[in-house]
């Protein structure tokens, strides 16, 4: 017997003795000439159960760190998972809702972006995706960047979820009762955003800022005035709670210089109304490679430091209250120049080029990682107070106050090479990316309170390696005010060999780290593939802080008005009614029939159908489809929607249930029939008879 061999069954012996503890589980291995008997018979003794372990292990060439990272994150058939994972999906323009640790997908939350199994964009949520309209235009993509769930004091509170739009600079609200988009609304000064979503510590504000400069407004000017008419901008989106949504009249936003703003993060605990943004481009590089200007790439990286932005909040706020902004494209703007002689903008130097800027759960530091430079740069926000009390600084060709660098950093952590985002646990470890080699390195937190780990402050301690190149990371509840650890996502941009290709495009890589042990131990526990746009940023909420709906509340509820509509079908009041060219129809949606199944209009008619699913059991959900006019709709139980189209192709439509609902899931279907204009008009509906 080999030692590996031995290892195993040891291992096995552990897991078995687990095991035998439970329900015994079913064989997944197959036809297997060497299965040992107990694998045949199921018999609950743990000896036989190691030695199927074991055989498994060795047929499947796994070792013993293998067999412990599937314990960790396997999850048996109903059981649910500890932590749910909320990624924005990159270019999908959606969300995607994933279960830690078994890396499950769970849902798409359809955003920015038509999504036909919820019929999002099919005829309902049209409206929606239609808040999203620039200048007139359907925009039917995103490029969603970072998701922010709500917070109160701080900490995740699972009631709604943000996100933005880098692509064309659009916030959505995403409420977590029914994880559906309840908003989308596009910024009106700038054509990219990068810089959002993060929210206040009680979610009073969401931030959105900008990323390349233009002319605010969505004006033009040539390039070649770029100093003078191009602006860079943070938006403070305000937050109506009990509406569930932004309100764009009290919403503000801060013009900044052309520098290209890129994260912003919110402070909290004693920073808490301050906000932090780190930047590139303060070099004002205007590109220009086909004339022989240096490319972006180098003409936005030839100073050794560009500026973490400083923002007081409160005080900005109270300026745009009490009318200090200007009106640029119908909305407030705080000039600039006010914002500078009301002390409400600082910079600091950051080291060339950085990324991420992290605010560490206690409020006091913010972590800004080089990117270029293999170090995390940590900022005392207690210093920069003190910095600014001095009145000491000099000013960049902005007037902006540029406070002293050394006067501001707590420390430098070495971390390594291309450090981009940082994230926190509960032991006083920061976690950060190194998108170069490629790696997470943990390091300990100095004045971390309340801090488990044994190192000195502010050191290295160890690194994992991902596969490969690691954007963003999140740790379960890593950027709150009392993180939870225990596991860290790697969000890697490029797979290589981790899967079998699917052509030349791959999957990116998530990869799940067991972060609940000290020192330099973080294994890697499993690879989970993301084959439907790239992922930027996620956070993981306890899953025990989400209460969604299980059905509707009421029967007739409109999930977009958060209310019972008012004249929604219900049963005995099904009918079709005429006025004029508009056609009303009223329908009960339940298993297995629509009511009414004969819908007759003419051609040109306007139709206005209104469904309801009166159904009350769990998971008890209904589509609605007509064929060629572009309509799908998912009818929740409980669900009220309403579809408009004109019936402007004459035909026999049968429409039906796209929802596998029963075993009459097929019968489950009616006929629309839309008389051509030349022949005589339907006059008046059939008359429908009330269900029994
Ligand atoms: S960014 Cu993608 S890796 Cu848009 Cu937050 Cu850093
Ligand atoms: Cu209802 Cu299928």
Redesign the pocket.
Known sequence: MSVRHAMLLLLAGGLGALASCGPQASGPTGANPTRPASQTTGGGNGAGGNARLAAVAQQRNLTPDDLVAAAMTYTPSGRHDEYIQFASGGHSGQVFVIGVPSMRILRTIGVFTPEPWQGYGYGVGNDILAQGRVNGRDVLWGDT??PALSETRGDYDGQFLFIND?ANARVAVIDLRDYETRQILKNPLSLSD?GGTFVTPNTEWVIEGGQYSTPLGMAYAPISEYEESYRGMVTFWKFDRNAGRLDPDRSFAMELPPYWQD?FDAGKGPSEGWIFGNSINTEMATGGIEQGNPPFEAGVSRRDMDYLHVINLVKAAELAAAGRTVEINGFDVLPLETAVAEGVLYFIPEPKSP??VDVAPSGEFIVVSGKLDPHVTVYSFAKIQQVIASGQYDTDQFGVPILDYDACVEAQVEVGLGP??TQFDHQGYAYTSLFLEPAVARWTLGGASGSLNPEPDWTLVGKTSVHYNI??LAVAEGDTVSPDGNYLIAMNKWSIDRFMPTGPLLPQNFQLIDISGTGERMPLLYDMPMGIGEP??AQIIRADKLHPWTVYPEVGWNPHEGRVEVGAPSVGRERIERHGNEVHVYMTVVRSHFNPEHVEVNQGDRVIWHLTNIERALDASHGFCIPTYNINASLEAGEYARIEFDADVPGVFPFYCTEFCSALHLEMMGYLLVKPSDQAAVEAPEPIQPES
């Open positions: 960047h970072h880098k990068h994260l990324h991420g981009l985002h954007g963003h930027h940023y």
